[in-house]
C-alpha cells in the first residue's frame, strides 16, 4: 500500500481505477455498502497515470517501467504494452471514442497510438522538459500537453503538426494539468504557482486567471457540459462557474466549494 498517484471514473460512474506508487492499478465499483476491489499488478514500477476507455471495455495504465499497458475491464487480463518511451511515463490518456491513446512523460515526448493495433502512430518531440499531462479534445481533432518548464503544445491529430505553442504559459511554475473545454474553443490549465488559467484557442491568448487557492495546484477538470470546472491542491477542492457571456469567473457559492485534507493526494516531482 503506497500513495495514490491517479484516479480515473468511467463515463458511466459506475466504475473507478486508480494508480499507486506500489505499482498497482485498483479497480472499485462505486456502490453503496462493502465492496472488494481488484488489484491489478501489471507493471513492476510505480505507476503514475490511468484511465478508462469511454466503452468500459479498456483500463489504461502507465509506469516510471517506461510502458503503457492496455488492460481487460471484463477479466481483469493484460492486453497489451505500448512501448516506445524512454523514460517513466507520467501520463496517458483515451481519446472519448476509446480508439487512440496519448502519453507523455520524462522523456520530453508526447506519443499518439492506435489501440487497435497497439502501435505508435506519431511521436512529438516539440517539448523541452518533463511532459506532466495530455489530454484529447471532445471532436478527437488535437492533443495538448503541458510541460515542467510551463509549456502548452497543441497538435492537430490528423495532420500531426503542431497548432499552437504557450512557452512560460505560467512563468516558470510546472504546469500540473491541462483540460480543453467540451464544446468551445477554449482550455484550461493548473500550475503549482496556485492559479488557473483559460485560453482562447481561437485568438490564440490568454483569456483569464484565476486565483484563490493558496497551495500549489494538483488538478483541474470541466464538467460534462462545460459550465463549471474544478480545480485541486492539497487542502481544497474549489468549483467554479463559467458563464456562458463575457462575465467574470467566479467560485460557486455555499457548499460547493468544499475543503478538507486530501489524503494521497498527487504531488509533483
Known amino acids: 500500500r503506497s500513495a495514490v498517484t491517479c484516479v480515473a471514473a ?60 492496455l488492460s481487460s475491464f471484463a477479466d481483469r487480463k493484460f492486453i497489451a ?37 497497439h502501435e505508435a502512430i506519431r511521436t512529438w518531440y516539440d517539448c523541452s522538459h518533463s511532459v506532466n499531462r495530455v489530454c484529447f479534445d471532445a471532436q478527437e481533432s488535437s492533443v495538448a500537453a503541458c510541460t515542467h518548464d510551463s509549456t502548452i503544445n497543441i497538435w492537430d491529430v490528423r495532420s500531426h503538426m503542431l497548432r499552437q505553442h ?35 484557442l481561437r485568438a490564440g491568448r490568454l483569456r483569464s486567471t484565476l486565483t484563490g487557492h493558496k497551495y500549489p495546484l494538483h488538478a483541474c477538470c470541466w464538467d460534462t457540459d462545460g459550465d463549471h470546472f474544478m480545480s485541486c491542491d492539497s487542502e481544497v477542492v474549489h468549483i467554479w462557474s463559467f458563464p456562458s457571456s463575457g462575465r467574470q469567473c467566479r467560485a460557486a457559492a455555499g457548499p460547493a466549494v468544499g475543503s478538507g485534507p486530501l489524503r494521497g493526494a498527487p504531488r509533483p516531482a
Open 166 to 200: 504557450y512557452s512560460s504559459a505560467h512563468g516558470s511554475s510546472p504546469i500540473v494539468q491541462v483540460a480543453f473545454h467540451p464544446r468551445r474553443d477554449l482550455l484550461l490549465s493548473a500550475s503549482t504557482d496556485k492559479s488557473l488559467r483559460i485560453w482562447d
Open 10 to 69: 468511467s463515463s458511466s460512474g459506475a466504475r473507478a481505477v486508480t494508480a499507486s506508487l506500489d505499482a498497482s492499478v485498483v479497480v472499485w465499483s462505486i456502490q453503496a455498502g462493502k465492496q472488494t476491489p481488484t488489484t491489478l499488478k501489471m507493471h513492476y514500477s510505480p505507476v503514475r497515470t490511468c484511465d478508462i476507455s469511454g466503452d468500459e471495455r479498456l483500463i489504461l495504465s502507465g509506469s516510471d517501467d517506461k510502458l503503457v499497458k
Open 81 to 117: 504494452s505500448l512501448a516506445g518511451h524512454t523514460n517513466w511515463v507520467r501520463s496517458a490518456v483515451f481519446a472519448c471514442s476509446g480508439s487512440l491513446v496519448a502519453s507523455g512523460g520524462d522523456d520530453r515526448t508526447t506519443r499518439l497510438w492506435d489501440v487497435e493495433r
